[in-house]
């Protein structure tokens, strides 16, 4: 699949966005390395603090189907938006820094490329934190 499909992806299902407190619509579509696609939206909730964001959500739903390894996100929000710092993190969970992010408006003005890399540098690993040996 090609970045502009997957764009375009992510504008269809940000109409599906559930956004009436910031009436800030968002789509994402995640592209697995066999070459499926999770589309989802960002959901809100009068409790502020309990929105998800749609990177997130298109992620989870990803996982919830068995896969686990991708190539490229992209974006669609109202204007050219980077994802935030939470959804950074956990892109990085399952993905590597080569990971493709393509952000873009709904009305398909424009469009940046960049990496996860790029995104979250010295992300957090696990591997180079490892537990005390006392526990
Ligand atoms: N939002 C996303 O879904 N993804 C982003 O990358 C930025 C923010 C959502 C969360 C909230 O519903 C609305 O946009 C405004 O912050």
Redesign the pocket.
């Known amino acids: 699949m090609n970045p502009e499909s997957l764009m375009q992806a992510a504008r269809d299902v940000a109409k599906c966005?559930y956004?009436p407190?910031?009436h800030?619509?968002?789509g994402?579509a995640v592209l697995t390395r066999q070459g499926h696609v999770y589309c989802a939206?960002?959901?809100?909730n009068v409790s502020y603090g309990l929105?998800?964001?749609?990177?997130?959500?298109a992620i989870f739903k990803a996982i919830s189907e068995g896969e686990r390894e991708f190539v490229a996100i992209a974006?669609a929000?109202p204007t050219c938006?980077?994802?935030?710092g939470a959804?950074r993190q956990v892109l990085q969970e399952f993905a590597t820094g080569e990971l493709k992010v393509y952000m873009t408006t709904l009305e398909e003005a424009q469009f940046v490329t960049t990496t996860l890399a790029q995104l979250l540098p010295n992300a957090f690993h696990f591997e180079d934190n490892p537990l005390p040996k006392t526990l």
């Open positions: 966005a956004a407190y910031s800030f619509t968002v994402a939206c960002n959901v809100e929105t998800s964001c749609a990177e997130r959500n974006l929000a938006v980077t994802p935030c959804c």
